[in-house]
Structure formats: C-alpha cells, structure tokens
C-alpha cells in the first residue's frame, strides 16, 4: 500500500537568540498509508502544531524530507507548495475560522472556486457534503446563527471540499463540550472512512486517540508509538 505522507528525519528547531535555541522536533520519521487514520498526542507547546505544518506544506523542516502521495516537496517553492496544498491537503483547526460575512454553503464552495472549480460544481459539491453532516438545512445559515457543533462540521466539510487525500485536523474537537466533540468526531470519522483518505489528527482526548489506527506521542520533540 502507497503511503500518501512520508516524512524522514525531520528537525525544527527555533532560534530565540543565542543561547535560547528551542529543539521542537528532532529527527521525527512518519509514515501514514493511504486510508489510515493516525492519532497524534502531545500535551501544549510539545510540537504538534509545527509538525502538523510541516506536514501541510505550512512551514518548512530545518532538515530531512516531505513526500506527499510519492512526491518530494521539501524543497518545492512557494508556487508549487501552494498548489499541492490545495489539492492534496485538507485543514481542520480548534476553532472552526469560518469566515463570518459569508453562510455554511459559501464558506464552503470559495476553496473550490480558488482551485479553479465552477460554480455550479462547487455548489453542488458543498450541498453534497453539508448532507452528509446532517447540516442540509443549515446552508444558508451565517457562523454567527449556528452552533459550535455546527459551525466545526462546516470547518470539516470546508477542508473535504477540494477532495484531499490527507487530512491534518489539530485539536478539532477541543474547543466543544464532551457530548458534542464526540458526536463531531463520529462525525468526522464517518466522513475520513467513507472517502478513504489518510488523516493525522492532533488531541488531547485519549479515548478518541484510541478509536484511531494508530497513536503517535511527541516525547521531547521525538515520535514514539502508544
């Protein structure tokens, strides 16, 4: 089976002024199969975010390689990794940024007239999805008018909508009370099986952690498993 991200030795390392030199990831090795779906458990400040980003084309590692569905774009430009993002890389965060002039439907058919799809098919594609999360009758509906379970459901159907085949999701449950992030989650989950496309997901929550294929723990900015 094709791994869709592939990263080898990965090191990052912030420079706040000599001596104050912070090792956030050190030679961190990941493989993640097409249609896998991996947990990744670090408590705050540990790295989770940074190599999420470098994973995503975000941010760059000081050393070491990406490879995205068999593609190396560690030293890809700016142009390029922009394009592999919007193809290849769907992004869910805590907190849903849902942009609030626009409704459900629209916040969800912009990606995809940036990725050069039409009108018509972005529309359809965004109903097609808001569906599938039980929000149909909520496409009208501005972030401000829905609530937080609803408003982080548009977020995954925003990140599905370019059809991506890795999903990067950080924290996506963690700003929702227990009852809601597990339904979100299910969620979420349904939609990742359903399409067959590879995730790596960032949570404190262990118990989602553990419903997962896999859990990955940073331990001194080094990957360890579960």
Known sequence: ??????????????????????????????????GEVVALVAPSGAGKSTLLHIAGL????????????????SAANDKRRTQARRQDVGF???????????????NIVLPQLANGVAQTAAEARARDLLAKVGLAARADHRPSELSGGEAQRVAFCRAM?????????????GNLDPKTSDQVFAV??????????????????????????????LDGGRLVSE
């Open 1 to 34: 089976m094709n791994n869709t991200l592939d990263l080898n030795s990965i090191s990052k390392t912030y420079n706040q002024g000599k001596p104050s030199e912070i090792s956030v990831l050190r030679d961190v090795t990941l493989q993640i199969k097409a």
């Open 188 to 217: 979420l989950m349904d939609i990742v099986r359903e399409t067959g496309l590879s995730a790596l997901i960032a949570t404190h929550n262990l118990e989602l952690a553990h419903r997962m294929d896999r859990v990955l723990r």
């Open 58 to 73: 975000l941010d760059t590692a000081d050393s070491g390689t990406v490879r995205l569905n068999d593609q190396d774009l």
């Open 161 to 173: 909508a370019n059809k991506p085949t890795l999903l990067l999701a950080d924290e996506p449950t």
């Open 92 to 106: 869910i965060y805590q907190f849903h940024h849902l942009l609030p002039e626009f409704s459900a439907l629209e």
